[in-house]
């Protein structure tokens, strides 16, 4: 009876391992559908979360699935499903299941594992698995349903499987995936919409979800520029965008898009066309290297004002509103104005791939006329942190069929202004570390300086800096002014700068309005000295000198502060030239004029010295001279 009942249940635990997806070490042990594993002392029954929690991704044909919606893809064509581990990350066990919701279609076949994938896959409709330490356990899925699963339980970053369908139908696609540590797994369950594909020039995608994702690490699809950037033959001469003209012949190296557009050697974006009654603008932009990618659309082809979407391999897709020029006004929307369908990044081998589909009107933001003429940014990054951005444009383009033979122009933008915050830098950099203290060392060497020349030359020179202070002002307030969406004095640097500056004249009317001299006859005329001052002279000298000291000091750190500003605008370190330049300057002028003033108290002190022997001798040559007149 004993043997009866351990028999029993060894039958009743067996049976129970077939209703629960069970990863061993050589297959899943069932083909169950749901999210449910057998429960032990490592993990529950329960899945801790779906596969987007997980920091994984799963994508056919490198397009992210969607979870909560259907996801379309073409009858009669071959579909690569991918279930990768980003950042380096990996997994162990995995089932991938395909079956028909209300079993009125024969999905037996559907799934299968890829050619070069079988050392990490196998399945179809049966397999062995080890379980409970049986080998070889024959494992069957139901009537009408197909899967892959793992060989062993080797640690794994990808695993692929293809997908194939002849007639329309819906099909349930679901994942389980158990992590390397053995403790934790993650299920999730898409809709697969096989459809057969529409050739009517407006179509969608063949593959069409529509979420945002995390990004996977399987390398993009490899895409090929059609179409190459000529010189514009009347290139702008002002403070404009330098124009190119791009001609799109319409055709495109990606199969899910009709056309596609070089915006320089490096970035390509790729679109469907859109006519009158279209709600979606199906697009991808490919960079051949790797870094973020942003692309959005803009009234005015400047980046401030504009929405865009941005994907970087650290945070995914989303869509944000561009409210500065900084990292700081790249804010990312609302989640209920996350609207994008098919949202995905991927880098790999291939460079990187951003893809997307769009709603043409969306409440606050700039609409997508399907039929007129846009103007959309771009932008891409040297790494994957929303930095400021290695290249950026815009491009003015008719996405209609009607519109496909048209010249689209691509805009090289931000350069013209870029030069003129550094042209501001240097004016600020050499009035204030240059030209002003100039003025303060001519002050100093009042006495290296005879006849007042140290004066004139503490005016004039105290005049040129104040002039090309102004001027720095008067550039970085246009600079404000056209570039939309920047703020006067908004920052430290900004209002440091004013500060500096409102000091600066408050100085100057006081070097106007000074205390007057006593008359010159109380001078000495070698120096230009006066020993005689009156208390008010005093005092005054003594502030306006410490408080210039105190100015240039300040000054000079709002230029260094300036540095910062602009490398956080272009993410670049070309001011750090500009602080170099002013460092260096008073350094030298600094050291310049204390060694000056040494030199002129030692010669000071040796005249003195020299003055006293003579007293000394003159008073001795008297005593003889009396003596003598004595004795006679």
Not at 277 to 299: E, F, I, N
Not at 333 to 355: K, N
Not at 420 to 439: D, N, Q, S, V
Not at 473 to 486: F, H, K, P
């Amino acid at each position: 009876m004993k043997f009866v009942g351990a028999a029993a249940l060894s039958s009743l635990l067996l049976q129970q391992a077939t209703m629960y997806v069970h990863a061993t070490t050589s297959g899943s042990g069932s083909c169950h559908a749901g999210s449910k594993i057998i429960p032990s002392s490592y993990h529950g029954s329960d899945p801790a979360g779906d596969i987007a929690s997980s920091n994984m991704a799963v994508t056919i044909n490198g397009i992210a699935l969607n979870s909560a919606a259907p996801n379309s893809l073409a009858t009669s064509t071959t579909h690569t499903l991918t279930v990768s581990s980003s950042n380096g990350g990996t997994f162990r066990g995995f089932l991938i299941r395909v079956s028909s919701p209300n079993g009125s279609v024969d999905a037996s076949t559907v799934i299968s594992p890829t050619s070069n994938d079988d050392n990490v896959s196998k399945g179809g409709t049966s397999w062995d698995a080890t379980i409970m330490g049986n080998s070889q356990v024959p494992i069957s899925c139901a009537a009408g349903v197909s899967a892959v699963t793992h060989v062993d339980i080797n640690t794994k970053s990808e695993v692929q499987a293809e997908l194939v369908l002849d007639l329309d139908a819906a099909l349930d696609l679901e994942i389980t995936v158990m992590t390397d540590t053995g403790f934790t797994y993650y299920y999730s369950k898409y809709t697969l919409q096989f459809e057969t594909p529409n050739t009517d020039p407006t179509s969608t995608p063949s593959a069409m979800p529509t979420t945002v994702t995390k990004p996977p690490t399987a390398a993009p699809v490899t895409l090929t520029p059609t179409t190459s950037i000529k010189p514009s033959p009347n290139p702008t001469t002002t403070f404009q965008p330098s124009v190119f003209v791009s001609t799109s012949a319409c055709q495109s190296s990606d199969p899910m898009y009709q056309c596609s557009v070089a915006l320089n050697d490096d970035v390509t974006f790729f679109y469907n066309f859109t006519d009158a009654d279209s709600t979606l603008l199906h697009a991808r932009l490919h960079y051949t290297g790797q870094g973020y990618l942003a692309w959005g659309v803009s009234k005015n082809g400047y980046m401030v004002g504009s929405q865009a979407v941005v994907g970087t391999s650290n945070e995914g897709v989303g869509k944000y509103d561009l409210t500065r020029y900084s990292s700081s006004g790249v804010q990312l929307m609302d989640l209920s104005r996350q609207t994008l369908q098919g949202a995905s990044i991927m880098q790999g081998s291939e460079g990187s791939t951003l893809t997307f589909s769009k709603l043409l009107n969306e409440e606050d933001e700039i609409p997508i006329d399907p039929i007129g003429e846009n103007t959309f940014i771009w932008a891409r990054g040297s790494g994957n942190n929303l930095a400021f951005h290695a290249q950026e444009g815009s491009f003015k383009i008719n996405l209609s069929l009607e519109a496909a033979s048209e010249e689209v122009e691509v805009l090289d933008i931000g350069s013209d202004h870029q030069n003129l915050w550094l042209l501001h830098g240097w004016l600020m950099a050499t009035a204030w570390c240059l030209a002003i203290p100039i003025a303060i060392a001519a002050s100093l060497l009042r006495d290296v300086l005879s006849d007042n020349k140290w004066f004139a030359l503490h005016r004039g020179m105290n005049t040129v800096g104040s002039l090309l202070a102004f001027a720095g002002l008067g550039l970085a307030i246009y600079l404000t002014e056209d570039q939309e969406g920047l703020v006067h004095f908004d920052g430290t640097h900004q209002i440091l700068g004013i500060v500096v500056l409102s000091c600066m004249v408050v100085q100057a009317l006081g070097g106007i309005l000074r205390p007057a001299l006593p008359k010159q006859s109380n001078s000495n005329s070698n120096s230009g000295e006066v020993t005689d001052k009156t208390d008010t002279r005093t005092k005054w000298e003594f502030v306006h000198k410490r408080f210039g000291y105190v100015l240039v000091l300040f000054a000079a750190y709002v230029v260094l502060s300036g540095n910062f500003a602009y490398h956080n605008m272009y993410d670049e370190y070309d001011a750090m030239a500009v602080v170099i330049f002013g460092f260096v300057a008073l350094l030298v002028l600094g050291v310049g004029t204390l060694y000056l003033r040494w030199k002129q108290k030692q010669k000071q002190s040796s005249s003195s010295a020299d003055d006293g022997d003579d007293v000394v001798v003159q008073e001795v040559e008297d005593i003889l001279s009396r003596s003598r007149h004595g004795n006679n």
